[in-house]
């Protein structure tokens, strides 16, 4: 399995505002997600982060809203723009270890928008 | 549509009991992969379990174990002599072919009585 760092672990922002969140993995990984969680619901893929190229982004979510970096293989940044209470939710980062398919996470970002 | 369900959205056992939460899944890919997760209240999300289509016997970890039934489509999972931190909602999910996104159930909240 891989050791991965997310921070900040919590954080309350004033609309409007930008917050990046940061996950760092103990290991090269090929492939990075950054999910998003709103209360009471399942996760949602926000993008796979690509090292060395522009983010692949699912239906719903842009760029200029969930900008994310991928300058190396162990590193990745998700950042939430001009933001709305309604981007309160668990922002979560996975890398996938190549090995069975399986996802490991990040211990996840709680995020209050005010 | 790939899609994947749990019916059950509250669970209640006693501790010490065994108790099975269920899980059925919808793909037309001869493979694929079946996981699941626990997510505490804290928000990190733990992986438990993985099944591969063509595995032969049923995963187990530890005090869990996957009940797969592939010709009905349920990866069901089974956490045996239940303990009082196991109270946490749980998802499955899964992953077909080449495609290493992960679709998500909608999750089941086991509460785990003293």
């Known amino acids: 399995s891989a050791v991965i760092s997310q921070k900040p672990s919590r954080d309350i922002c004033q609309r409007g505002t930008s917050l990046t969140i940061q996950c760092q993995v103990d290991s090269q990984v090929t492939m990075m997600f950054w999910y998003r969680q709103q209360p009471g619901q399942s996760l949602t893929l926000i993008a796979t982060?690509?090292?060395?190229?522009?983010?692949?982004?699912e239906s719903g979510f842009v760029i200029d809203k969930f900008p994310i970096s991928r300058p190396n293989l162990t590193f990745s940044t998700l950042t939430v723009s001009n933001m709305s209470p309604e981007d309160s939710s668990i922002y979560l980062c996975?890398?996938?270890?190549?090995?069975?398919?399986?996802?490991?996470f990040g211990a996840g970002t709680r995020l209050s928008v005010l | 549509a790939q899609k994947i369900t749990q019916t059950q959205p509250g669970m209640f056992v006693q501790e010490k009991e065994a108790v099975t939460l269920d899980c059925t899944y919808d793909?037309?890919?001869?493979?694929?992969?079946l996981f699941w997760y626990k997510q505490p209240s804290s928000g990190e999300m733990i992986f438990l379990i993985y099944q591969g289509s063509y595995d032969q016997q049923n995963a187990t970890e530890g005090r869990y174990s996957l009940n797969f039934q592939k010709a009905r489509k349920s990866a069901n999972l089974v956490i045996s002599a239940s303990q009082l931190g196991d109270s946490a909602m749980y998802f499955c999910a899964y992953n077909a072919g080449n495609n290493r996104k992960l679709i998500w159930g909608l999750g089941t909240s086991l509460a785990v009585n003293p």
């Open positions: 996975s890398v996938d270890t190549l090995a069975k398919n399986i996802q490991y």
């Open positions: 982060a690509n090292q060395g190229s522009e983010a692949t982004y």
């Open positions: 793909t037309s890919d001869p493979s694929y992969g």
